[in-house]
C-alpha cells in the first residue's frame, strides 16, 4: 500500500503525515495521466486481471483490523461513513478517493491497469444487457429472481458466484453476491433497471447545472441512485446499502460517475475544477479545506486534492 509505506518512512511526524493527502507526499507533475477504460473497451487480458485482482482481495487480511478480509473492508468503511459522504457536498470528492484506494489495492493484488467504469447512460436503454454483466468477460449478471427473501437472489454466473461478502448494512450477515435487476415493461418501452433515470437526455438536463451542489444534488440522486436500486433492488448489494461496495460493480458504477463529474468540470475547467460548495453533514457550509475521512483505512485527504484529477496526486483521465 503505497499510503502506508509514506506514512512508515515519516516515522515519528505519524499525526502530520496522516493529515497530509497522497498527492502533497508524491509532488512529481502530472506528464502522462493514466487512462481510466469503459468496461467494453478494455483488452480480455485487461479484464481478467482487473477481476482476478477483485478476487485477490478477498484473500488479504482486513486493514481495519477486523477479522473479515480486505475486500470486506471497502463495505465497511463506506457503512461506517455513510452520512458524513452522501446527500452532503463531499459525496463527489469523497468518491473519488474511494475509488483511488480500491484501484491501488487491485494494483497491490497484481492488477496492472487502472480503475475502468460502465457508461451506463450508453447502456441506459438495455442496462442488462450490458458488457459488463457478461458471465465471461464481465462481472456475471443478475441474482436468482424466483425468490424475494433476502440472501437468496444469489448471482448466479460470472467470476463473483464464491464470493461471500461479510456485511449487509452495519451487521456481519455472510452471504452470496445479491443482485435483483429492478425489470421493465417493455410494452410500455420502459426499460430495465430504471434506465430511463440515467439516459443521455437526463444525463444533458444535468449537465445544464452550473454550480458544483447543483450538479451534485442531481447526479447522486438520480442516475447514481437509479443505478445502484436497477442493480440491486431491494434485496441485493448494490441496493441503497450502506455496505455496497460488495458488489465489485459499485467501483466501475462510480468511476462513471467520477467520469461525470469530470466531463461536467470539463465543460469550463477555468471555473469549475474546484467548483465546490453546499453543506457538510451538520448542516454547515462545505469548504475546499474539509477533511474526506477514511475511518483509518487510508490517511485523510482534503476535499481540494481531489477536485483536479490532472492533478499529481492523481494523474489521470477518461
Ligand atoms: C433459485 O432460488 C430458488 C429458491 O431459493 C432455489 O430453489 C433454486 O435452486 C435457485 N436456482 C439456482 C439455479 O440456484
Ligand atoms: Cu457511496
New binding site residues.
Given amino acids: 500500500m503505497k499510503f502506508i509505506q509514506t506514512v512508515a518512512l515519516i516515522g515519528a511526524s505519524l499525526d502530520a503525515a496522516l493529515a497530509l493527502p497522497p498527492s502533497t507526499l508524491r509532488r512529481q507533475a502530472c506528464t502522462s495521466p493514466k487512462l481510466r477504460k469503459e468496461w467494453s473497451q478494455a483488452t480480455r487480458a485487461e479484464q481478467s486481471s482487473y477481476i482476478q485482482a477483485a478476487l485477490c482481495l478477498a484473500t488479504k487480511p482486513s486493514r481495519l483490523g477486523l477479522s473479515s478480509t480486505l475486500y470486506d473492508d471497502f463495505a465497511r468503511v463506506h457503512d461506517i461513513l455513510f452520512n458524513q459522504i452522501h446527500s452532503v457536498a463531499a459525496f463527489l470528492p469523497w468518491h473519488r478517493y474511494f475509488v483511488q484506494v480500491y484501484e491501488e489495492a487491485l494494483q497491490e493484488c497484481g492488477y496492472t491497469g487502472n480503475a475502468m467504469y460502465w457508461d451506463w447512460v450508453a447502456d441506459s436503454e438495455a442496462p442488462a444487457s450490458a458488457a459488463v454483466w457478461d458471465p465471461i468477460t464481465g462481472f456475471g449478471g443478475n441474482g ?1 429472481t ?2 424475494t ?1 433476502w440472501g ?1 437472489n ?1 448471482v ?1 454466473d460470472g467470476p463473483f458466484t464464491g464470493l461471500r461478502p461479510v456485511y449487509w448494512n452495519n451487521a456481519a450477515m455472510p452471504h452470496c453476491l445479491l443482485r435483483s435487476f429492478t425489470p421493465g415493461s417493455p410494452e410500455d418501452g420502459v426499460p430495465e433497471m430504471l434506465g430511463a433515470n440515467y439516459s443521455p437526455t437526463v444525463m444533458a438536463s444535468i449537465n445544464l447545472e452550473t454550480t458544483f451542489e447543483g450538479f451534485r444534488h442531481n447526479i447522486e440522486n438520480f442516475p447514481h441512485g437509479a443505478v445502484h436500486q436497477g442493480v440491486g433492488g431491494f434485496v441485493g448489494d448494490m441496493g441503497p446499502q450502506t455496505s455496497s461496495p460488495n458488489d465489485p460493480m459499485f467501483f466501475l458504477h462510480h468511476t462513471q460517475v467520477d467520469r461525470l463529474w469530470w466531463l461536467w468540470q470539463q465543460q469550463d475547467p477555468q471555473t469549475r475544477t474546484f467548483a465546490y460548495g453546499g453543506l457538510r453533514e451538520d448542516g454547515s457550509s462545505a469548504s475546499l479545506d474539509d477533511i474526506l475521512p477514511m475511518a483509518g483505512f487510508a490517511p485523510q485527504s482534503t476535499v481540494r486534492e481531489y477536485m483536479d484529477i490532472g492533478s499529481a496526486g492523481l494523474c489521470y483521465t477518461y
Fill in positions: 436468482n424466483t425468490s427473501v437468496t444469489c448466479l
